[in-house]
Structure formats: structure tokens, C-alpha cells
């Protein structure tokens, strides 16, 4: 093998074992960020609406666009009724909830 083909293949190397543990990195940080914030939403149901949710999937935002995570799943027992929870990560305080309107705006 050439040495041009050698530093080739190293500077590939390099560049795919820094992008890989980039999003690794990555993927644990948002992992831990829905973790945290998903009992918060939890009680924030329970607490404001008196109804059990539970989450089935997540979004976390970048901090350049929007330092929040949001939420996304149903109201237990009633898979149609979806609900999601926008959530600050930063300081984990509740931005925006969504849902149905008889439980998000009742009359």
C-alpha cells in the first residue's frame, strides 16, 4: 500500500471515530435530558388536569434554535387522545402542553 493511500485511510479513520463519539455524545445528552423531564410532565398532568399520560416520544431541541424538549404521547387508556409538553431544559420549567380541548380548555 502506497503512504498517499496510508494517510488516506487515516484521515478517514480519524474522521469517522470523531464523528461516531460526536453522536454518541450527542444522543446520551438528549437521552438524559428527556429522562429528567419526563416526570416533570408526568406530575404536570396529574397536578394541573387529573389525568395519567404517558409518553411515547420525544424531540429535543438544539440550544441555538430552542433549549426545549418536548414531549409526545396519550392520555393512559385512551391511545386517541393525544397530549404533548414543551419543556425548558435549561430550567426545567413547562413552556407549552397540548391536548384535547375538553381537558386543555374545558368549559
Not at 41 to 54: C, I, R, T
Request: hydrophobic share 40%.
Amino acid at each position: 500500500m502506497s503512504r498517499k493511500w496510508r494517510i488516506i485511510l487515516i484521515v478517514f479513520a480519524a474522521f469517522t471515530l470523531l464523528v461516531g463519539g460526536c453522536a454518541v455524545t450527542y444522543h446520551v445528552k438528549n437521552n438524559n435530558i428527556v429522562k429528567k423531564a419526563t416526570p416533570i410532565g408526568l406530575e404536570y398532568f396529574k397536578k394541573e388536569y387529573n389525568v395519567d399520560v404517558e409518553f411515547t416520544d420525544s424531540q429535543v431541541f438544539a440550544g441555538y434554535v430552542s433549549s426545549k424538549v418536548v414531549l409526545y404521547g396519550h392520555i393512559k387508556g385512551d391511545g386517541n387522545e393525544a397530549i404533548k409538553i414543551a419543556i425548558n431544559y435549561n430550567t426545567y420549567e413547562v413552556k407549552y402542553v397540548g391536548g384535547p380541548e375538553w381537558l386543555i380548555h374545558p368549559e
